[in-house]
């Protein structure tokens, strides 16, 4: 079946700085999408991208189907930014997303 | 933006007993779908639904679990009769297009114990 990678799986950074968190899957996929999971659990939509490359604020992905992989890039990290990060993709001819394991972020101050 | 509601939030429940989750889906959606996460590992597809019908399953939709969307109502994820391993939270999304492409909208969760 379609294979979804994360990495790093977890991840600290101090107020202020950026990284980037990679999602390698094993097909060419048709969409990607980017979502935070926080402290309470509730999945939080941040990116979906069919091509190219998204911004909001301090975040920002890119989506390179042909090399099979995308990126969130964070920014600035603040507190709030704490939680686990999932890619999920999508496959030509499907109609379900495959998640990734997730990477855990955290953030300190 | 739009939401996905689920009622109830969370849920505990008798070993045997059934149990139904309730989503109430983004109004326009046309696709639905049921994911399982356990103890905030990764989020595993259950199922989808479209038209009425369900279009694929995963092998972890066993034959205890049932969907359903009687006339545009709630999308219901039953499950009878539960199982210890049932314990988990149950997330429903939803879709305005399924194949060619387009966001999910996922709601906050179930969160069901069954003891």
């Known amino acids: 079946g379609d294979q979804v990678e994360q990495s790093p799986s977890a991840l600290s950074l101090h107020e202020g700085t950026g990284s980037a968190l990679r999602c390698n899957f094993t097909?060419?996929?048709?969409?990607v999408q980017w979502f935070q999971q926080n402290s309470r659990g509730s999945l939080i939509n941040l990116f979906y991208?069919?091509?190219g490359t998204k911004e909001n604020g301090r975040l920002k992905s890119t989506f390179n189907s042909k090399e099979s992989y995308s990126t969130l890039h964070i920014r600035d990290a603040q507190l709030e930014d704490s939680g686990t990060y999932f890619c999920?993709?999508?496959?030509?001819?499907?109609?379900?997303?495959?998640f990734g394991a997730g990477t855990r972020l955290k953030v300190i101050a | 933006g739009p939401k996905v509601l689920q009622i109830p939030s969370h849920q505990i429940i008798d070993m045997g007993q059934m149990v139904t989750l309730n989503c109430d889906p983004v109004?326009?959606?046309?696709?639905f779908y049921w994911y399982k996460q356990i103890l905030g590992q990764q989020m595993e597809f259950l199922v989808n639904?479209?038209?009425?019908?369900?279009?694929?399953k995963s092998k972890l939709f066993k034959d205890q679990f049932s969907v359903e969307r009687p006339d545009g109502s709630y999308f219901t994820l039953k499950i009878q009769p539960t199982a210890l391993e049932d314990s988990a939270v149950y997330f429903c999304?939803?879709?305005?297009?399924?194949?060619?492409?387009?966001?999910?909208?996922f709601g906050s969760g179930t969160r069901l114990l069954v003891i």
């Open positions: 097909t060419t996929m048709r969409a």
């Open positions: 999920a993709v999508v496959n030509t001819g499907n109609y379900k997303y495959v």
């Open positions: 109004s326009n959606h046309l696709y």
């Open positions: 991208l069919a091509s």
């Open positions: 639904f479209y038209n009425g019908k369900v279009m694929e």
């Open positions: 999304a939803s879709s305005l297009e399924g194949q060619r492409g387009s966001d999910y909208t």
